[in-house]
């Protein structure tokens, strides 16, 4: 495995810490059959897409994502795992030439936030779908429900503080989720909230260290900055320490529709 590869593994991992606490739910809602064609949007280092395509032992998923080196360590991943079954495509979703009609259902965990237009990217996961093809994914809950942006907020770079607001939370509320699916053509649109616990750390150093490895933090710091930071995150992750290390509570909302 060369530095890159397993800079890119250390990474999915760190991502698995933050996001994988919602997968119960998340399979559970999307109930996929063992010869289902799945759709996974915004599939990251396809850590959905390799557990979708356990589930659908006998069909197949198409992981996509806008950023080739995810996909490209998601191969490894799927290749080291020896999963035939799923294949990765790099595109946004909101205009990517998926094939029509073709999935039973499409997924995403934390996928579908960032669409320049909603609605046209929700309508051509739309045409994606067979008739009845259903829809469930995962979206950031209410900015008080989750912990982990403050901690992050308070090492900021200021260049990385004064830029225009995140659009994490552009389906952060069940009544503009329902305008935008039903506006794409979607039915039956159900928003369920999820929480999960997210542990950083056994401590606030440790939880520090995390959050300046993870690629979503925003890039290399210079040494100076780093200390800074470190220190930062240091301070504001103390408060959450537990016995059981740093603990944070993460919400979302479970979205269906069809």
């Known amino acids: 495995m060369t530095v890159e590869s397993a800079d890119r593994a250390a990474d999915a991992a760190r991502y698995e810490v933050i996001s994988g606490g919602y997968d119960a739910a998340l399979f559970a809602a999307a109930a996929i059959p063992p010869a289902g064609r799945v759709l996974d949007i915004g599939c990251g280092y396809g850590a959905t897409s ?11 998923v ?3 994502d806008i950023s080739e080196p995810l996909l490209a360590q998601a191969r490894a991943f799927a ?12 595109g946004d979703a909101q205009t990517h030439p998926f094939p029509g009609g073709e999935f039973d259902v499409a997924i995403s965990r934390f996928g579908m ?7 046209a990217a929700f309508g051509n996961v739309h045409r994606a779908l067979k008739a009845g093809g259903r829809l469930v994914f995962t979206t950031v809950g209410p900015p008080g429900g989750n912990d982990l942006p403050g901690i992050v907020a308070a090492a900021m770079p200021p260049a990385m503080a004064d830029a225009p607001p995140s659009d994490v939370h552009s389906l952060s509320r069940p009544d503009r989720i329902a305008t935008v699916l039903g506006a794409a053509g979607f039915a039956g649109v159900r928003s369920e909230p999820v929480e999960t616990s997210i542990v950083l750390g056994p401590d606030a150093e440790a939880a520090a260290s995390f959050v300046l490895a993870w690629s979503a933090f925003g890039g290399a710091l210079d040494e100076a900055a780093t200390g800074r930071a470190r220190a930062a995150l240091a301070d504001a992750a103390r408060p959450f320490e537990t016995p059981g290390g740093v603990r944070l509570r993460g919400t979302a909302w479970l979205v269906t529709a069809v």
């Open 113 to 119: 936030m960032f669409f320049r237009d909603p609605v």
């Open 50 to 60: 390799r557990r979708a395509a356990r589930l659908a032992a006998r069909g197949s």
């Open 79 to 90: 290749d080291d795992e020896g999963l035939g079954n799923v294949a990765f495509e790099a």
């Open 62 to 64: 198409l992981g996509n």
